[in-house]
């Protein structure tokens, strides 16, 4: 029932930066992880990094140093600022929230519709 809705997608140069925004339909607080994924034409979606209840964030190797997610509890929202963008990161991104119960055990992810991100020039 979490509702996520992403912006912030565009066109930039390599070198770049652009800032993405996820805006969830409740308060993030209660959601156990947040994170971004992405996904090239022909390939398969792939997770860029995620950030827990209490702030600890994790990123794939291609993209530590260089991305930062941050959230903003008071405004339900998930960032992700990509800097030094290259060719290599055009992607459509997704905004996941995974909700995790021990009883029952169970596992549940929303996603939103995804913003295109393209590097070029």
């Known amino acids: 029932q979490v509702q996520l809705v992403e912006s912030g997608g565009g066109l930039v140069q390599p070198g770049g930066s652009l800032r993405l925004s996820c805006a969830a339909s409740?308060?993030?607080?209660?959601?156990?992880?947040m994170g971004w994924y992405r996904q090239a034409p022909g390939s398969q979606r792939e997770l860029v990094g995620h950030?827990?209840?209490?702030?600890?964030?994790s990123y794939v190797d291609s993209v530590k140093g260089r991305f930062t997610i941050s959230r903003d509890n008071a405004k339900n929202t998930v960032s992700l600022q990509m800097n030094n963008l290259q060719p290599e990161d055009s992607a459509t991104y997704y905004c996941?929230?995974?909700?995790?119960?021990?009883?029952?055990?169970?596992?549940?992810?929303?996603w939103g519709k995804g913003t295109l991100v393209t590097v070029s020039g």
């Open positions: 409740e308060s993030i607080d209660r959601i156990n992880v």
């Open positions: 950030i827990t209840k209490t702030g600890v964030t």
């Open positions: 996941n929230a995974k909700v995790i119960t021990i009883v029952p055990l169970d596992s549940k992810d929303y």
